[in-house]
């Protein structure tokens, strides 16, 4: 089918290696901290919605 090979890049004959790469460094406390952000506000919405889905649901039921 033609129409499945018009999603595929065109291959070179020769591969060639990349011009440039950029580097991107950050101290490892910077990212530690972060990591820790996330998963702090990741257990605060785990504990928040069952929380809130409990308190719909008992307020429904009454």
Sequence with gaps: MAGR???RPPRSA?????AA??????PTETVHARVHQMWLLLAL???AVPAVVAG???AIAR
């Design 14 to 18: 020769t591969p060639s290696p990349p």
């Design 5 to 7: 090979n018009s999603l």
């Design 45 to 47: 919405v785990g504990l």
């Design 21 to 26: 790469a950029v580097r991107i460094t950050l």
């Design 56 to 58: 719909v649901g008992f």
